[in-house]
């Protein structure tokens, strides 16, 4: 796996246990939908910290908390 693909699996996971749909997620994290949508797709191949703070901010979670999952474990090398 990606380090994006966790990336937009751990937002739909937390998504998903909060109830929220991506819209819900936007309007709590003060962002368009369509900036979460490309996090969540291929548009974004770097999600960049500033908006993965947003979406923990409006979550009320740290950064620390967002990557505390298995899905940041065994990822594929970026460099090769």
């Known amino acids: 796996m990606t380090v994006k693909e966790a990336v937009a ?3 739909l996971e937390l998504c998903q246990q909060r109830s929220l ?3 819900g997620l ?5 962002v368009s939908p369509s900036t979460i949508y ?7 191949q770097n999600p ?8 923990c ?5 740290t950064l ?3 990557f505390n999952s298995n899905l ?3 990822l594929e090398p970026e460099i090769q």
């Open 9 to 11: 699996m751990r937002i």
């Open 21 to 23: 749909a991506v819209s």
């Open 26 to 30: 936007a309007n709590l994290c003060g």
């Open 38 to 44: 490309s996090m969540l797709n291929h548009k974004s």
């Open 48 to 55: 960049g910290v500033v908006s993965l703070q947003k979406l």
């Open 57 to 61: 901010d409006g979550l009320n979670i």
């Open 64 to 66: 620390r908390e967002f």
């Open 72 to 74: 940041f474990d065994n």
